[in-house]
């Protein structure tokens, strides 16, 4: 009992490691725009792809690459393209509305995700892709747990990812930058702050790490369609409203808890299809009864 | 004194039964190819979907993106009357009411969006509908009675396109009167400014439960009408991807607008319509239609304009 329960804890935590990525690219726009970019989740689809491209790439050139050569290649090629992706989107849909209602925004940001995924579908057609094996497939027993490879590389990089991420929001100029634009964004560029880098660069660095989120899901879950986006993008986003939207760490907590309910739907209900259900229900009952979320700051609105 | 309207009430009237004639002439005579016909249909109920859409997002200024989930509860609770509940001679005669029991029991789901509602506003209330448009679609894959993900199907063909022109001009027609009533001034107050709205004594809870009762009701009825056009539903069908082409049809239509509710679905569902041979590209065209409406002309083509026979009716003052 205890073993099954720690084996889908440890499922979960993988799991919730790819939540969490994809939700801080949600939690940062919003942080600092006020923004939901629903189009994030696509942004995700688009790296997992990119990744695919240039792991398929690598492994077919005639070198004989070390898997990690390909591993690392495919990691920094769709990282760069990705931020490139998020960079034009936000110069091409949303600055032009910066000063427009946020409701417009909202819609623009829903055309822009449907956009990318039929999009991708035209390009590539309807079926399914397979993302190559690029991390040994051998497991380890320790105490009776199963732990393979994939499963530490994708906690531990999401770790360091998260890390990094946050040190760079509290600790650097940029990180300064990106708070005080989110606390107040009318003042501050009169303090001498480029706004609108900024911005691009939190698009790019969101994207990024989406990105690196896509490649780790593409290794894990190796089948890949142009509308997966929207369901991981659904629950990365319910994740970062879970925690908080707008805050970082509560995104990383948001994503734990929705893979831990991913995980443990099936453990407790009938089947797995009941996850959405369980996922969108904690949604509606959150927003309904703590709209700001686990770590989030309440917000007053002046009369 | 109302005398000055009597004309145009008689004219408006006179106009309806004239189109429904004709939609009751026109495809049996076989002036009309079925192909037509069929897209006429498509117009109509995209029509009724559009005008409801509208009463929540173009006239109170909330933001429903979760439309698809109304219209998706008003199919399934229609077809199942049909299908199961009642003997398959009386369905003819009891379409009517058959869309109507789909319509209210989309209003009854209304309630779990109007309740947030009170609480939460802006993109908030977006996630709520878009959460809600998530949990009808799940329940509906999951439950087996109706088919699960694989649909439902059995529905005798009742929609022709009598019953699409008569819910049209029963939608156009119940909304106009809406829209200038106090119930209308209400919810455009709200829109405005929703703490003002509450000071000078409207009851915005109040109205705001109205206005998604209404709206989920008609959402509900175009729901029964699609599901016994096509004769076969799937959870899919009433996906965010539908939710997504009713805000293009209004935003395209323009916010706020009888008028460009149905201009709008007109617009959109033809074009679709001839787009067919660009195959899967064709779906880029809806989004990208929104992304540039958005930014370059948000108000739509009619954005608070209205023609003259759906404006407001001038009370004769009484001097």
Redesign the interface.
């Known amino acids: 009992m205890f073993q099954i329960l720690a084996q889908n804890a440890l499922n979960a935590l993988q799991l919730g490691s790819v939540y969490a990525l994809i939700a801080l690219g949600y939690t940062m726009v919003y942080g600092i725009l ?1 923004l ?1 970019n629903f189009a994030h989740g696509d942004i995700f689809m688009v790296g997992t792809y990119l990744s695919l491209a240039a792991a398929v790439f690598l492994l077919g050139l005639p070198l004989g690459l070390p898997l990690v050569v390909v591993f690392v290649g495919a990691l920094c090629f769709s990282m760069a393209l990705t931020a490139v992706l998020g960079v034009v989107i936000e110069r091409l ?1 949303y600055r ?2 910066r000063q ?9 940001a ?6 990318l995924e ?2 991708t ?2 390009i590539l ?2 079926e399914p892709r397979h993302f190559p094996t690029l991390i040994p497939l051998q497991a380890w027993e320790i105490w009776g747990l199963t732990i393979t490879p994939l499963q530490i590389l994708i906690i531990l990089g999401a770790a360091v990812l998260m890390v990094l991420l946050d040190f760079l929001v509290r600790r650097t100029l940029l990180g300064m930058a990106m708070r005080a634009i989110s606390y107040n964004r009318l003042i501050v560029p009169l303090m001498g702050v480029p706004v609108d880098r900024v911005i691009s660069l939190t698009f790019a660095i969101g994207s990024a790490i989406a990105a690196a989120g896509g490649l780790m899901y593409g290794l894990a879950y190796p089948v890949l369609d142009p509308y997966m986006g ?1 369901r991981i993008g ?1 629950w990365a986003f319910i994740a970062a ?1 879970v925690g908080g939207i707008g805050n970082i760490r509560g995104a990383m907590l948001g994503g734990f808890i929705l893979g831990a309910v991913e995980i443990f739907t099936p453990v407790l209900l009938p ?1 797995s ?2 996850r ?2 369980v996922a ?2 904690l ?2 009952l959150l ?2 009864f703590k ?1 700001t979320g686990l770590l989030g700051r309440p917000v007053f609105e002046r ?1 | 004194m109302a005398t000055l309207n009597k004309p145009k009430t008689l004219l408006i009237s006179l106009a309806s039964v004239l189109l429904l004639v004709l939609a009751l002439v026109l495809p049996a005579s076989g002036v009309l190819n079925p192909y037509v016909v069929q897209i006429l249909m498509y117009v109509g109920i995209n029509m009724i979907l559009t005008l409801s859409l509208n009463l929540v997002n173009g006239y109170m200024g909330e ?1 429903s ?1 979760g439309h698809a989930g109304f219209m998706g509860i008003g199919a399934y609770a229609a077809s199942i009357l049909t299908v199961w509940v009642l003997p398959r001679a009386w369905t003819p005669w009891a379409f009517p009411l058959v869309l109507v029991v789909g319509g209210l029991a989309a209003a009854v789901a209304g309630l ?1 969006v109007a ?2 509602s009170f ?2 506003r ?3 209330l ?3 509908t878009l ?2 448009n ?2 009808v ?3 509906l ?2 439950l087996e009675v109706v088919g699960g ?1 694989r649909g439902f199907l059995g529905m005798p063909r009742l929609t022709n396109l009598f019953w699409v022109t008569a819910w049209v001009l029963i939608t156009v027609l119940i909304l106009r009167r809406l829209v200038y009533s106090n119930f209308g001034r209400g919810i455009t107050a709200i829109r405005e400014d929703e ?1 003002a709205a509450n000071l000078t004594g409207v009851d915005t809870r109040r109205l705001k439960l109205y206005a998604f009762l209404i709206s989920a009701f008609f959402a509900g009825v175009a729901g029964g009408l699609f599901a016994h056009l096509l004769q076969f539903i799937n959870p899919r069908s009433f996906s ?2 539908k939710s ?1 082409d009713m ?2 049809m209004v ?1 395209l239509g323009g916010v706020g607008s009888l008028a460009g509710s149905l201009l709008g679905a007109t617009i959109f569902t033809v074009l679709m319509e001839v787009l067919r041979p660009l195959g ?2 064709r ?2 065209v ?3 239609l ?2 540039l409406l ?2 370059f002309r ?1 108000k739509g083509i009619m954005g608070f304009k209205e023609w003259k026979w759906l404006r407001e009716e001038k009370v004769a003052s009484s001097q």
Not at chain 1, 110 to 115: A, K, Y
Request: proline share 10%.
């Open positions: 006020t939901i849909a032009p509305l427009a209602p946020r409701v417009s925004a909202v819609i623009t829903l055309g822009v995700g449907l956009f039929n999009f579908l035209g057609g309807p929207i659904w409203v089947s299809t009941y959405d259900f969108f229900s949604l509606l927003l309904v709209p009369v | 933001f993106v779990i309740f947030p609480r939460t802006g993109d908030y977006a996630i709520v959460a809600f998530m949990i679609k799940s329940v894959e999951n993900p703490v965010i991807i997504t805000l293009v935003y899967l590209w779906w880029v809806g989004p990208l929104l992304v958005m930014i948000p």
